[in-house]
């Protein structure tokens, strides 16, 4: 095999390319690039009243200010817990989800479990924490029963409980979004040789056999590519769903980065802090991102971007 | 797939089933919950008497809600800026995520737009700036305004884009030797074979127009042009600082659970209305040679 | 060709930064000479136009002979008024109307010759963002409510007028003693070397008294006498529970103390009794002292951990909010709660709807040693009106007037407006989202009813309303309930005990209602170990002496300097 000369690709033959990509490219650059700029703020002790050209400029004293707090470390860390702890389930959940709906024959049964699964997405986390405080109170129903079938003695007061709380919020964030999630996965599913299956049945595969070694590699590099993507939301916790359902006695395992800024800007609009945290965050995640496809690439020969 | 009766695949089935039937329940009892909530009295929603069936029946949140001609008024805002900012998006969508999806041989600058793409969506920049430049582009206080700096939703590119790259290359092949030129892969073959992934951004991005409050709360000032989902949710006080509010305002707040379940149910329909649709995109294969179900 | 790309994308770039700091440029300096130019040249505008407004100005217009003012007489020559405000989307307006077109503005705009134009009219989540990026980008509105620390800043760069001479020559007589009545508190934030740079709103200081209230109709079923001591109150829970099967006690939400009043499911009361305060800044041997620090909040905290432990109050309390907190007392599930005045009528009045025999009492207990009903007042303000630099006097003039008619509408609520009675009366129908009320409001409206000290024909606007409603509801409650009447029995009630009361109560004023430049940084920090140390005190997880490695820490972590900061302030 005889290695062809690169051609080089004249720009006669990319322009069309490169006009497709300019209307998407202009608009990313307006309003994300652009912004960005702003960012400035973040070594700034920004004042609204002064603007971004009559701010004290801090240097880093922002980001200082932020890991020299008590709670830093707690907050870091009841962060990445929460986080990692969803995408991981999350994306179980997901695919298991799909699968079972990909194996599922009645049409009808079929399409209307998906459209159930898939609403809950659609509460606002506001009334879902009441529903779930109500679940969970001392006397709510889940008590009652656990009391019933003497399995405890005592009403446990889950939401207040620091070694529950964090298993609560990832269980109650996966009920939530399984079924959203699960859309791409079916999508992924329903591209997949059937031929496939055929061979195998001849072969004498087991269902769980055909799922191990046809359906689960078949969706692999979808699943590969949305755990990717995910990963920049690791220290996106979930600031909705915190909020709502922690109160301050579960301050310890329940305080993530958005709620604590959330606290200190709600007294005094600290737009520096809430910034340079932002960027911080943006930064964390890029390098995740592009260790991720570093290592896809090398060790699983797998192209994500 | 042609399955054989065995008794294998009946207990698989049967499995199946059952769990399916078990998630299919744990989420629709919350969302009878919060449908007998919107439908019951208000004196039985704060009392906690409601549990799946409505208490005191009544139809007053909606009512309230919909009585209001500033709810029709950001209804049609909000389906005028679903359909545009869902044309937009899928448009974008396609034209970035088809020269991404090309290999470094064909398209060399590729790998920068690539990284600069993924960079816009990792960082995302703080709300002063951002309202700062959507006024002095001019676009304030209109529909533009909430569809045109989101006009690029990344997530949806980085999946389109994986989902042409992974479209099996004999048919591009072929069509290459027949010489057809970009635009015309791209239009011809690349998109009609990509249903499903496109099925599934448009709806990520009429879903993601449709929920949208936020951007209607801070760009918008006429309160005419505001979207269905930024007006209710103005309807729900959500402030933690209760000592600016008067006694009535403090009231509104407090009594808002029945009126917060009508509003999810509201904003929920047309969603609920579209999805079987697009559902079917999701369920056929495109593959050859399959059997379609 | 590479290299072509990369030289055009950098010059594009380039091109591009350059530009958008020029906007910002223009923006942030020129902002405030541009929208004075703007004002003024509104009102030549005004005065060309010749508008109805400007008419009736002339008529009436005051002579500028150094006469007698009048509070409510047309503004000196015709304004237009920038207006950045905060509105309820909720309220309801007549066919036709809306917030910035009603019978309410257009009342005013008549009466004072001036024109309203709202800049921003939000909904109150998004306006203090919308507040933040109006200053940023330096276009104000020449008028808009701020928040304290807002108001610190704006103030310290010069961005506010003084509004001292425009309130002394214009206020009315109404206004002038509404503010009278804050003693002093509202004004004292405002005033920046002796010049008063803001008008405060007056909230009622009413809101901020926590009551106790019992199921009245149990407590007579059982003989139960009124609660004066804790362990009175203690023994209404147990009877409650023994005889009525209740399944909580006193009903508590994990929001055990505020210091912003208006905190229904608080404790307030329980630590006010040891003389403990906890979130107020009082006063202490000539010094000021953070109360959820002292030797009486210490003792408060041992007393009601025992409380806790013996079930008086259910564990659950932590991380309850207070919607679940409504659920159990509305459900009947429990009979005793510490609330706010007006909460006699939410949620208790809905109980009425189902069974006409409910009642509830209202108390001021429990009492300290000295028999008396200790209470921390709250602050009559928070939000605070300015006016932008380089405003004309009449544009001040023009504010403090409008103030005037908002405050004698919202007294009257705007009953001597309306062609209806039935017409839809709301505050955010008025020009300026600052609510001004009296600090002895409440107190002063139910006193008139329930001492008879008016006759009826003086009573109007919300004072009638509750004298009406008091006297269809004493007669027969479930008629009252039918006709949507029973708010204003409940208020006269519960206002009505204030009222009486006042002479038995120990009400504690702040040393210092100040929000001072470290409280905005270090506050976040400071306040989550306090909230965290007590109820973990209070549950049961920590021991009472965890109380005094938390003063320690919250010295260090920065309470010390907002100690010496607010000392300072007092000089």
């Known amino acids: ?305 | 797939m042609i399955k054989y009766k065995t008794m294998e695949n009946r207990i698989f089935d049967f499995v199946v089933t059952l769990l399916l039937v078990i998630l299919g329940l744990l989420c629709l009892l919350p969302l009878l919950h919060v449908l007998a909530l919107s439908l019951s009295s208000k004196n039985a929603a704060v009392a906690g008497r409601v549990g799946f069936w409505p208490v005191e029946f009544t139809f007053a949140s909606y009512e309230y809600l919909l009585q209001d001609a500033r709810f029709f008024q950001s209804f049609v805002v909000s389906v005028k800026r679903v359909i545009l900012g869902g044309g937009i998006n899928l448009i974008l969508t396609i034209l970035m995520a088809y020269p991404l999806s090309l290999e470094k041989e064909e398209f060399p600058a590729r790998d920068r737009y690539m990284w600069f793409t993924i960079f816009c969506m990792l960082f995302g920049a703080s709300l002063v700036p951002w309202y700062f430049v959507i006024k002095e582009t001019g676009l304030l206080d209109s529909i533009w305004a909430l569809v045109i700096p989101s006009g690029v939703p990344v997530y949806n590119v980085i999946l389109l884009m994986n989902f042409f790259r992974n479209q099996p290359k004999a048919i591009k092949e072929s069509a290459k030797i027949d010489g057809i030129n970009q635009v015309q892969m791209m239009f011809l073959i690349c998109v009609p074979l990509a249903k499903p992934a496109l099925a599934t951004v448009t709806l990520f991005s009429i879903v993601g127009h449709w929920n949208n409050f936020f951007d209607g709360m801070l760009l918008i000032n006429t309160p005419a042009k505001v979207p269905l989902q930024t007006y209710i949710q103005s309807l729900v006080i959500n402030m933690s600082d209760t000592s600016k509010l008067s006694t009535e305002q403090l009231i509104n707040m407090m009594s808002q659970r029945t009126f917060n379940s009508a509003k999810i149910v509201i904003a929920t329909i047309p969603i609920l209305v579209i999805y079987p649709f697009m559902q079917k995109y999701f369920v056929t294969g495109i593959t050859l040679g399959s059997v379609k179900e | 060709m590479k290299k072509k790309w990369t030289k055009t994308w950098a010059l594009l770039l380039a091109l591009t930064m350059a530009g958008s700091l020029l906007m910002a440029c223009q923006s942030s300096k020129g902002g405030s000479d541009a929208a004075a130019g703007d004002t003024a040249k509104d009102n030549a505008a005004d005065t060309a136009q010749g508008a109805d407004a400007s008419q009736d100005g002339q008529d009436a217009q005051t002579e500028d002979t150094g006469a007698q003012v009048d509070p409510y007489g047309p503004v000196s020559e015709p304004v237009t008024l920038h207006i950045g405000r905060s509105e309820d989307t909720n309220a309801s307006y007549l066919e036709g109307q809306d917030s910035s077109n009603n019978y309410i503005v257009n009342h005013i705009s008549e009466q004072l010759g001036v024109e309203f134009v709202y800049d921003f009219s939000v909904a109150s989540d998004t306006y203090e963002t919308k507040v933040s990026m109006a200053i940023t980008s330096g276009e104000m509105p020449d008028v808009m409510t701020v928040t304290e620390s807002q108001f610190r800043q704006l103030a310290a760069a010069g961005a506010i007028e003084d509004m001292t001479d425009a309130y002394n020559t214009y206020a009315s007589d109404n206004l002038k003693a509404a503010y009278e009545t804050t003693q002093g508190i509202s004004f004292g934030t405002v005033t920046v070397d002796g010049k008063i740079m803001g008008m405060p709103n007056i909230s009622p200081g009413a809101d901020g008294i926590p009551m106790l209230f019992v199921r009245g109709d149990w407590m007579e079923e059982l003989g139960l006498a009124a609660p004066k001591s804790v362990e009175d109150i203690v023994n209404i829970v147990n009877t409650f529970r023994e005889k009525k099967g209740t399944t909580n006690g006193l009903v508590v939400s994990s929001d055990i103390v505020k210091e912003n009043g208006n905190n229904t499911y608080g404790i307030d009361a329980l630590f006010a009794m040891y003389g403990s305060y906890p979130k107020h800044f009082v006063e202490e041997d000539g010094k000021i002292v953070y109360g959820s620090n002292t030797a009486a909040t210490k003792e408060a905290l041992t007393g009601i951990r025992k409380l806790v432990e013996d079930g008086v109050i259910d564990s659950s309390f932590v991380v309850r909010d207070g919607s679940t907190c409504e659920e159990i007392v509305t459900s009947g599930q429990a009979g005793v709660f510490f609330g706010a005045w007006w909460n006699m009528s939410w949620p208790l009045n809905n109980m009425i709807t189902d069974d006409p025999s409910v009642y509830w009492n209202c108390y001021l207990a429990p009492l300290a040693a000295d028999g008396k009903y200790n209470t921390a007042m709250t602050s009559p303000s928070g939000s605070y009106l300015v006016v932008k630099a380089g405003c004309s006097d009449a544009v001040k003039e023009a504010v403090i007037k409008t103030m005037n008619y908002q405050f004698d509408i919202d007294q009257d609520q705007g009953v001597s407006l309306k062609s209806d009675p039935s017409d839809p009366y709301s505050w955010t129908s008025m020009p300026f989202s600052l609510l001004l009320s009296r600090y002895d409001d409440k107190e002063g409206k139910a006193l008139a009813v329930v001492n008879g000290e008016k006759e009826v024909s003086e009573l109007s606007g919300e004072a009638l309303q509750w004298y009406e409603s008091y006297m269809a509801a004493t007669e027969d409650v479930a008629a009252a309930e039918a006709a949507n009447n029973l708010s204003g029995w409940a208020y006269v009630r519960a206002a009505g005990l204030l009222g009486q009361e006042v002479g038995n109560m120990n009400q504690v004023f702040d040393a210092s209602y100040t929000q001072t430049e470290s409280m905005d940084s270090k506050w976040a920090t400071l306040e989550k170990l306090e909230d965290e140390t007590f109820l973990k005190i209070l549950n049961g997880e920590a021991s009472v002496d965890a109380f005094d490695e938390y003063v320690e820490q919250w010295n260090a972590l920065g309470g010390t300097d907002i100690l010496a900061e607010l000392e300072a302030l007092r000089q």
């Open chain 1, 1 to 305: 095999m005889k290695k062809e000369k690169k051609k080089k690709v004249s720009f006669a033959r990319t322009w069309p390319l490169h006009l497709m990509l300019l209307p998407g490219v202009l608009v990313l650059f307006v309003y994300t690039i652009l912004p960005l700029l702003g960012n400035v703020m973040a070594f700034q002790n920004f004042q609204p009243i002064l603007g971004f050209f009559k701010s004290k400029w801090v240097g880093l004293d922002n980001f200082k200010y932020m890991f020299m707090l008590p709670d830093t470390f707690n907050i870091f860390r009841n962060t990445l817990i929460i986080a990692v702890g969803k995408i991981i389930f999350n994306l179980v959940m997901s695919v298991f989800f799909a699968v079972l709906l990909y194996e599922m024959g009645g049409k009808h049964f079929k399409k209307m479990t998906q459209t159930i699964c898939f609403l809950p997405h659609f509460l606002s986390w506001v009334i879902l924490a009441m529903i779930f405080r109500d679940l969970l109170d001392g006397s709510g129903i889940i008590n009652t029963v656990l009391l019933k079938l003497g399995m405890i003695e005592e009403a446990i007061v889950f939401l207040g409980s620091n070694s529950l709380f964090q298993g609560i919020i990832v269980s109650t964030d996966v009920w939530k979004e399984f079924g959203y999630g699960a859309i791409i996965f079916i999508a992924a599913l329903a591209g997949i040789n059937q031929e496939l299956y055929e061979a195998a049945s001849i072969d004498g595969a087991s269902r769980l056999q055909k799922i191990w070694n046809i359906t689960l590699p078949g969706i692999k590099v979808t699943v590969v590519l949305v755990a990717t993507l995910n990963i920049a939301n690791v220290l996106n916790a979930g600031f909705d769903q915190v909020y709502n359902l922690y109160s301050p006695i579960v301050y310890e395992t329940g305080d993530i980065i958005d709620t604590y800024v959330y606290r200190m800007s709600f007294e005094s609009a600290q737009y520096s802090l809430a910034t340079a945290i932002g960027l911080l965050k943006s930064v964390v995640s890029f390098v995740l991102i592009v260790l991720s496809n570093y290592l896809a690439k090398r060790f699983a020969n797998y192209r994500i971007f």
